[in-house]
């Protein structure tokens, strides 16, 4: 399995890096031969204006969008997790869609905003995940079909939809691997340890305005989206 990394802006080394610790055979993705090769994709965290904007002018939205229409895992922190989402805020234009989420960009505040804090609810096996916040966004609504891996603040920070992942946070940027080891377990499709365990005791369900939110403890399937 070879995990892509787009690689157009952003820290996208840093998850190349943390791919590389756990062993895994990945590369940057700049182009459709480098994306068609991929079986799962990383979307890093960076500026998602200027995501879009290189999507665009390098005629990568569309392969993008067919690549993941096949149901590849893919997984998204900050402005990956933005451009993932079927709803964005601020200002307000509809995602890739891959996630039934609503994310409100910059919903902390400016750079100077940024912070580290740890996790205060996870799904079994996370605890102590420590998450960085740099310019974040907010997951605003999660669907009826998304899990809440883990929650800062009594917000949903780290969640998954079929074989579709996405984190406010930057899991790549610290030295835990748990994460990233999450996605390849998912991408492999070998049971995941995202809530595939017994339920947590310190789950804190998300109550969500539109959706009946996913608990962090219920157990995951891994399958299509
Ligand atoms: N604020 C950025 C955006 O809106 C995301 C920041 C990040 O990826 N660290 O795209």
Known sequence: ??????????????????????????????????????????????????LWRLLEVLELEQPLRAWLAEGKPVFGTCAGA????REILGP??????????SVRRNAYGRQIDSFLAPAESTAP???GLECLFIRAPVFERVGPRVEVLAEVGGRPVWVREGRAMAATFHPELTHDLRVH??????????????GSSAPSATVTPYA?????SASLARSVSVGGR
């Not at 933005?82 to 989402?85: D, G, R, W």
């Not at 234009?93 to 996630?99: D, E, P, S």
């Not at 969500?208 to 009946?212: G, I, K, L, V």
Request: aromatic fraction near 4%; charge should be negative; include cysteine.
């Open 181 to 194: 080891r999450a996605f390849l377990e998912l991408a492999s499709g070998s049971t995941s340890s995202c």
């Open 1 to 50: 399995m070879h995990i892509g990394v787009l690689a157009l802006q952003g820290d996208f080394h840093a998850h190349l890096t943390q791919l590389q610790r756990l062993g895994a055979s990945c590369g940057e993705v700049r182009s459709r031969v480098q994306l068609a090769r991929a079986d799962a994709l990383v979307i890093p965290g960076g500026e998602s204006t200027t």
């Open 82 to 85: 933005i451009l993932l989402a």
């Open 92 to 101: 307000d234009r509809a995602g890739l869609g891959v996630l039934d989420i």
């Open 208 to 212: 969500s305005s539109s959706a009946p």
């Open 125 to 127: 096996g996370f605890e």
